[in-house]
């Protein structure tokens, strides 16, 4: 199983612990994950400005895939989204292709379907599987209550995600948390964005949306989140102390990506997993894992 590993900018700059874990994931699960150092950023970030120019930047990216013939995976969720949002455009739009190519012609690309566009956590789902997933455990994670933050991109526009999940009930991410033998957490307002986007329009409101969550999370008793965003982690782990400090409340709530839940599963110790440069500090959650 070969993917071109499409890292972004967010991931090598502020999440290395994600990148950490979903190596070591991807390493005991038989992912390939292909490096490929002429990726640039997805457009992602000047979509709401310019959505053609957006375009043209993923459409770079997926032609540098195909070149190499292979599916893209990606683990941030908005990467994934605005590679295959590309996608879906390019498969509509003759006319934006074709300006797409003649922009790609200056650097010796042209765009051309194919490349598929995947989350870490659907290859996950869908290619790898329940039982081998299982099957790589060596820790019973039995006793942990972990809640799941699916995020908006991860299955959002459902139509480009193929609805590989229930966009309004979704569950991909808390079966392979069960998988560990930790208890799924239900709470309210599973479904809420984590205030990122607004985060540099007013940083207050930002965080009034990511309290609201995390206050149904310890009305839960949740032990830990888990998610698969790496900007939804920077609201909920890297902001949780000023958070904290702002509203003067307490949560203490560590943060993990999956791949950190599932390498724990796995055996890795923290330092494997970059669990030392998770923000709220893991140690007692990690006691209780070792027992």
Do not use: W
């Not at 995976?73 to 455009?89: K, P, T």
């Not at 982690?233 to 949780?240: C, F, I, L």
Request: glycine share 6%.
């Amino acid at each position: 199983m070969k993917y071109a590993f499409f890292l972004g900018c967010t991931i090598p700059a502020r999440a290395r612990n994600y990148e950490l874990s979903a190596r070591r994931v991807a390493e005991t699960l038989g992912i390939d994950l292909i490096e490929t150092d002429r990726f640039m950023c997805c457009g992602f970030p000047i979509k709401a400005a310019d959505r053609e120019a957006s375009t043209l930047m993923a459409a770079y990216n997926l032609s540098l895939a195909r070149e190499k013939g292979l599916d893209i995976c990606s683990l941030c969720s908005s990467c994934a989204s605005q590679l295959a949002e590309a996608v879906h455009h390019l498969s509509q739009d003759d006319d934006e292709k074709a300006r797409v190519n003649e922009r790609l012609s200056e650097v010796g690309l042209t765009y051309r379907e194919g490349p598929r566009v995947r989350h870490f956590a659907r290859v996950l789902f869908e290619e790898v599987g329940a039982e081998t997933i299982r099957n790589s455990f060596k820790r019973d994670l039995k006793g942990l209550r972990i809640a799941v933050h699916y995020g908006c991109h991860y299955l959002k526009p459902s139509s480009i995600h193929d609805c590989f999940d229930d966009v309004e009930d979704p569950g991909s991410i808390e079966e392979l948390v069960a998988l560990t033998g930790a208890e799924v957490v239900a709470y309210s307002g599973k479904k809420m964005c984590c205030g990122g986007p607004v985060l540099p329009v007013d940083e207050k409101v930002a965080l009034s949306v990511t309290k609201k969550k995390l206050d149904s999370l310890a009305d839960a008793g949740a032990d830990a989140l888990c998610l698969v965003c790496p900007f939804c982690s920077v609201m909920y782990d890297g902001n949780q102390k000023s958070i904290e400090s702002e509203f003067n409340v307490t949560y203490n709530l560590p943060v993990l990506y999956l791949t950190q839940v599932l390498g724990l599963a796995m055996g890795f110790d923290r330092k494997e997993l970059g669990l030392n440069m998770n923000v709220v500090k893991t140690k007692e959650l990690l006691e209780r894992v070792a027992g």
